[in-house]
C-alpha cells in the first residue's frame, strides 16, 4: 500500500507527542523531553504558527511524521526547511515512510522556491545516517551545533539585561 503524506491535523496532536517522546527514548534523553499536548498544539495551530508537522499514513494510520520549522538563509536570500524530528512508527519501518516524508518536505521546498532542507542526526545513529546517505544528503562537517538553555539561558539573558 502506498505512503499518504498530509498536513497535520489537531487529532493528531497525541500521536505526534507519543511519536517525539518515543523518538526522545531512542535518543537516550527521554527526560529532557517535556512536550504535552497542549504545547504542540499551540504551537502547529497558532494563528501564525513558526512549527508545522507532516503525517505520514498506511492503510489509513498514521506510520510516521515530520515536525519542522522555516529557516532563512543570508547565503542564499530565501527561505529553507529544518526538520526538527523524523520518526517513523517501528511497525511501519522499511516501507518508505521516512523516504515519503523527506520526498515531502523536499516537494515544499521547490514549490515555495525555498532552497534548503536541513537536519540534524546524532553521530552515533549508524541506521539513520545509512539511510541519510542514500538521499544524496551531505554532512555539513566543519559545523558545530551551539545551545544555550536552562540556567546558561537565564545567565545570558541577565547578561543583556545588565548591559
Request: charged content about 20%.
Amino acid at each position: 500500500m502506498p505512503v499518504t503524506i498530509r498536513p497535520a491535523e489537531p487529532a493528531d496532536v497525541p500521536t505526534l507527542v507519543r511519536f517525539v517522546h518515543e523518538l526522545a527514548a531512542y535518543e537516550r534523553e527521554p527526560e529532557s523531553c517535556l512536550l504535552t499536548d497542549v504545547l504542540l498544539h499551540d504551537a502547529l495551530f497558532a494563528p501564525a504558527p513558526a512549527v508545522f508537522a507532516t503525517v505520514a499514513e498506511l492503510d489509513g494510520a498514521p506510520a510516521g511524521a515530520a515536525i519542522w520549522f522555516r529557516t532563512y538563509s543570508t547565503w542564499t536570500g530565501v527561505h529553507g526547511i529544518h526538520l526538527e524530528d523524523l520518526y517513523v512508527d517501528p511497525a511501519h519501518r522499511r516501507h518508505g515512510v521516512a523516504r515519503a516524508l523527506l520526498a515531502d518536505l523536499a516537494r515544499t521546498c521547490l514549490d515555495r522556491g525555498w532552497a534548503r532542507l536541513e537536519w540534524a542526526v546524532l553521530d552515533w545513529n549508524t541506521p539513520a545516517l545509512d539511510f541519510y546517505a542514500t538521499l544524496a544528503s551531505e554532512p555539513l562537517d566543519g559545523w558545530t551545533t551551539h545551545r544555550v538553555d536552562g540556567e546558561a539561558l537565564v545567565g545570558l539573558a541577565e547578561q543583556a539585561a545588565r548591559d
